[in-house]
T-cell receptor, first 117, second 107 residues
Framework: DTEVTQTPKHLVMGMTNKKSLKCEQH?????MYWYKQKAKKPPELMFV???????INESVPSRFSPECPNSSLLNLHLHALQPEDSALYLC????????????????FGPGTRLTVL | GQNIDQPTEMTATEGAIVQINCTYQ??????LFWYQQHAGEAPTFLSY????GLEEKGRFSSFLSRSKGYSYLLLKELQMKDSASYLC????????FGTGTRLQVFP
């Protein structure tokens, strides 16, 4: 299995809603990532988990809350979002995350397209 | 600061060759990736360069010059399905993406 899966594919939510995005991989990868991508822009890193521990938080607002229940799963909990948070949210995984040394290829999931009304 | 530049858009004809350039100025360098992304889909890995020189993989090749902070992706025998965005990404302590190049291939 060389796939990263994400659910749901599409999500529409109001500013007072609470929802969660889910990501799963079964490649035995120990690093998982959340990216945000606006239309016609490159992906922007939000969070990195390495061995189920949060390694990088790119100063993301607290209305986004990541969670890594186990080595195969990564969630992103959403609460009180703003319309400008509407974007494609991409999950990725790689074998390892080792800061400052050679890097491993990241495999991306298909993304969740989020619309905040 | 971190700066990774690519042309915004390029066009080419089916069967032709196209070169997409990427220049970077980053604090730290642990390799450079090229990804392809079709509209509304996830990025997919194309190539990885960490040493200077050319890496060839079928119709796609990628070149790196670390002293010049420069890379290019070369696509040969273009096909309509190659119409996509091409993202250059530099690995520092994390992966930083360039602005992306939208390539349109015409018949």
């Amino acid at each position: 299995d060389t796939e990263v899966t994400q659910t749901p594919k599409h999500l529409v939510m109001g500013m007072t809603n609470k929802k969660s995005l889910k990501c799963e991989q079964h490649m035995g990868h120990r690093a998982m990532y959340w990216y945000k991508q606006k239309a016609k822009k490159p992906p922007e890193l939000m969070f990195v988990y390495s061995y189920e521990k949060l390694s990088i938080n790119e100063s993301v607002p607290s209305r986004f809350s990541p969670e890594c229940p186990n080595s195969s799963l990564l969630n992103l909990h959403l609460h009180a979002l703003q319309p400008e948070d509407s974007a494609l949210y991409l999950c990725a995984s790689s074998q390892e995350f080792t800061s400052g040394s050679s890097y491993n290829e990241q495999f991306f999931g298909p993304g969740t397209r989020l619309t905040v009304l | 600061g971190q700066n990774i530049d690519q042309p915004t858009e390029m066009t080419a004809t089916e069967g032709a060759i196209v070169q997409i350039n990427c220049t970077y100025q980053t604090s730290g360098f642990n390799g450079l990736f090229w990804y392809q992304q079709h509209a509304g889909e996830a990025p997919t890995f194309l190539s990885y360069n960490v040493l200077d020189g050319l890496e060839e993989k079928g119709r796609f090749s990628s070149f790196l010059s670390r002293s010049k902070g420069y890379s290019y992706l070369l696509l040969k025998e273009l096909q309509m399905k190659d119409s996509a965005s091409y993202l250059c990404a530099v690995c520092t302590d994390k992966l930083i993406f360039g602005t992306g190049t939208r390539l349109q291939v015409f018949p």
